[in-house]
C-alpha cells in the first residue's frame, strides 16, 4: 500500500516535469497550467506558461533546477490551456483546453 501511495505522490511531482519534457519537442506550443497554492486556510492563484522545455510562473517564485520540484508550495492545478507560439495581439492563437491533468500528457494532444 505504501509504494502505491508513493508513486502516486511522485507522479504529481513529475507532472510539471513531464509536460516540460513533451513542450521541448514541440516548440510552437506554449501550456498554461492555472489553479492554487494553499497556504494558511488561503487560496493563491497560480499560473505556470510552459515553453520550449521551460516552466516559469507568473504570480510565484519557482525552481528551474529540473532534479527538484518546480513549485515548493502546496498546489492544485485545476485547468490547462494550450496556445500556439508565438503569441501575438492580432491572431487568436488558443487551440484547447482541458481540465484533467493527465490529458497534455498525451504528446498528440499538443498538435
Known amino acids: 500500500m505504501e509504494e502505491t501511495l508513493a508513486s502516486q505522490k511522485m507522479a504529481k511531482i513529475d507532472l510539471i516535469n513531464s509536460l516540460e519534457k513533451i513542450s521541448s519537442k514541440i516548440t510552437d506550443r506554449i ?3 492555472e489553479g492554487f497554492i494553499q497556504k494558511e486556510n488561503q ?3 497560480l ?3 510552459i515553453f520550449r522545455g521551460f516552466s516559469s ?3 510565484h517564485p519557482i525552481e528551474i533546477d529540473s532534479e527538484i ?3 515548493a508550495f502546496k498546489y492544485i492545478l485545476t485547468n490547462f490551456k ?3 507560439a508565438p503569441l501575438t495581439e492580432t491572431e487568436e492563437n488558443f487551440i484547447r483546453e482541458n ?3 493527465d490529458f497534455f500528457l498525451n504528446q498528440k494532444n499538443w498538435i
Open 57 to 59: 510562473s507568473t504570480t
Open 31 to 33: 501550456l498554461k497550467l
Open 99 to 101: 481540465q484533467n491533468s
Open 47 to 49: 499560473e505556470i506558461l
Open 43 to 45: 487560496k493563491e492563484q
Open 69 to 71: 520540484k518546480v513549485i
Open 82 to 84: 494550450l496556445y500556439k
